[in-house]
Structure formats: C-alpha cells, structure tokens
C-alpha cells in the first residue's frame, strides 16, 4: 500500500510592525522575534516536504518505468496518483502499469509470457504488495501452460508409439503371410 505524504495547506500568517520611535519594550521585540522563528520554522516545514514529494516522485516514477521496460508490450502506460505540494505542483505518490496476463493459444507462448509478466511484476527494486501477488499468479499460469504442453506431447507420443505398434505387427504378419 502506498501511503501519501501529507502537508498543512493552511498558511501561517505573520504581521511585523515597526515601532515608530525605534524603543519597544522588551516583551514587542522578542514577540516579533518569536514570529520570525514560527515563519522560519513554517519555511523549513515546508521545504522539507516538498523535498518528500519530490523525493516519493522519483520513486514512483522509477517504479513504475521499472515495470514498463521489463514488460515490454505485455505492459500498458503508468498512471499515476497525484499530491498537490504546498507549492502548488503535482507530484506522483502512486502509480499503477496494467499488465496483460491473458493465456495465448499455444502453451509454449503463455509460458514465455507469463515468464515476463512475473519479471515485470519484479523489476522494481521494492515491489508493492500487488507485484508480489501478480508474479506467483503468472507462475501458475506458467505451470499450467506448462502442464498443457506435456499432456499434448504424452499424447502425440502415444500415438507414436501406436503407430510404431501397428507398423511392427504390420511387419509381422508380413513374414508369417511368407
């Protein structure tokens, strides 16, 4: 699950006034000492944030371009999830790349393609709790796939044998006929 960064979209609002004869008490001066602190610390707040953002962005975006180039044309285009920084930017904090896991008509093809759908599901260098439940789902497919394929060379096999069978007992009742 992806958790998104939150931020305080209310602004904090400081008033500085100046003193006209320059001489304010001491409780004025540190008063307008203490707002600049809160605005300092707002700033860095801030700053820090959007610093997040950008940082849960470049993670994203290289997530999900992770899945597209080890999918190749299985994968679809990333769509992202977007946050709204207290600079009024868009940064991505989700993302998704629809994968297409349907099953080919040849066994031989699924078992290629699921092979690259599980390494799409993967790629990332952290996988999201949905990569990791898309990989073992792919390797079923691929095993029955793969479990199709055998059967379907058991029975050309059997049919060999049939033939071999029949061409041999042929070949028998020939001599006897002899």
């Given at each position: 699950?992806?958790?998104?960064?939150?931020?305080?979209?209310?602004?904090?609002?400081?008033?500085?006034?100046?003193?006209?004869?320059?001489?304010?008490?001491?409780?004025?001066?540190?008063?307008?000492?203490?707002a600049?602190?809160?605005?300092?610390?707002?700033?860095?707040?801030?700053?820090?944030?959007?610093?997040?953002?950008?940082?849960?962005?470049?993670?994203?975006?290289a997530?999900?371009?992770?899945?597209?180039?080890?999918?190749?044309?299985?994968?679809?285009?990333?769509?992202?999830?977007?946050?709204?920084?207290?600079?009024?930017?868009?940064?991505?904090?989700?993302?998704?790349?629809?994968?297409?896991?349907s099953?080919?008509?040849?066994?031989?093809?699924?078992?290629?393609?699921?092979?690259?759908?599980?390494?799409?599901?993967?790629?990332?260098?952290?996988?999201?709790?949905?990569?990791?439940?898309v990989?073992?789902?792919?390797?079923?497919?691929?095993m029955?796939?793969?479990?199709?394929?055998?059967?379907?060379?058991?029975?050309?096999?059997k049919?060999?044998?049939?033939?071999?069978?029949?061409?041999?007992y042929?070949?028998?009742?020939?001599?006897?006929?002899?």
């Amino acid at each position: 699950m992806i958790s998104a960064l939150n931020y305080s979209s209310s602004a904090i609002r400081v008033n500085f006034t100046k003193k006209e004869s320059g001489e304010g008490s001491k409780n004025e001066q540190d008063g307008s000492q203490g707002a600049t602190q809160t605005a300092e610390k707002q700033d860095a707040k801030t700053k820090e944030t959007i610093a997040k953002l950008q940082a849960r962005d470049t993670e994203v975006r290289a997530h999900e371009a992770a899945h597209m180039a080890a999918g190749g044309g299985i994968a679809g285009g990333a769509s992202y999830d977007y946050q709204i920084g207290p600079d009024g930017k868009a940064y991505a904090v989700g993302g998704e790349v629809p994968i297409d896991i349907s099953q080919e008509s040849d066994p031989k093809a699924t078992e290629a393609k699921m092979q690259k759908v599980r390494a799409a599901a993967l790629a990332p260098a952290s996988p999201s709790p949905q990569d990791i439940k898309v990989a073992p789902t792919a390797s079923m497919i691929e095993m029955k796939a793969k479990m199709e394929d055998l059967k379907e060379k058991s029975e050309e096999a059997k049919e060999g044998v049939k033939k071999a069978g029949i061409r041999k007992y042929e070949e028998a009742q020939k001599i006897n006929d002899n």
